[in-house]
Every structure is written in C-alpha cells, then in structure tokens.
C-alpha cells in the first residue's frame, strides 16, 4: 500500500492506494496516527481519499473506526471520498457508510469540510495527492 498526504488549509487529505487489508492495516494505522493527533488537536477536518483504494478488509474497517472514535471524541470532522464501486459495497454492507461521512469527490469532501480547504484544492488546480 502506499500512502500520501496533503494539507489544502486545515484539512488533512490522507490518500491510500492499493489494498487494505491484514498485510496493510497496520501501516495504515501507523500512518494517520500522527495525522489523527494533529487533526484531533485543533479540531481540523481529516479526509481519506479513497480513489486508489481497490479493496478494504475488516481489519482495514477497524482502523477506520478507531479513527472515527478519536475524530469524534476530539469533536472534529473525518470524512471519506471517492469509494471506488467494490469498497462503496463494502462500505455499504457493513454499514460504514453511516459511520463515515462518505462523499463522492474529494471536492465534494473537501466542500464539507470548510471553505477555505475547498478554495484551497481548487486554488492548486484540483490537484489530487500523490
């Protein structure tokens, strides 16, 4: 899995490629550590760009949720956008997609997140991480 990010004013674009599952969750949970922690500190909204993600395993859900549990108890925004058709399933079936705010475009997630991100994204050309 490999993994990038991108701040567009004060939201985090986290974006993972590849597969999550056994193999890469914990270097997923390695990586938005850190990522969490700073969002969770000033209250930031923190978005995952699911665009090159292929496939999701449980254990990959599960560090979604203790993402989702840190976020929230901060009282602070974490979103996920542009779920490819079998990680939407995925996401669906077990339900995530009520646990998550779940957008269809980065710039769709980056909308909900503030204003000042979404001018940001656009003001880079609508880059996306790499």
């Known amino acids: 899995m490999h993994l990038s990010t991108q701040q567009f004013a004060d939201t985090i674009v986290v974006a993972p490629a590849g597969r999550i599952d056994h193999r890469s969750a914990a270097e997923l949970e390695a990586a938005l ?3 969490l922690a700073e969002a969770a500190a000033r209250q930031g909204p923190l978005v995952l760009d699911f665009a090159a993600v292929e496939y ?13 549990r840190q976020m929230r108890a901060a ?16 996401f669906t079936i077990s339900r995530f997609d009520k646990v998550l705010a779940v957008s269809p475009t980065l710039e769709a997630a980056l909308a909900q997140s503030s ?12 880059v996306q991480p790499t």
């Open 33 to 35: 550590t850190p990522l």
């Open 75 to 90: 009282q602070a925004r974490l979103g996920v956008a542009a779920l490819q058709s079998v990680v939407a399933e995925i």
């Open 56 to 68: 999701i395993s449980s254990v990959g859900l599960r560090v979604l949720m203790i993402a989702a």
């Open 115 to 126: 204003d000042a991100a979404l001018a940001a994204y656009r003001a880079a050309g609508g």
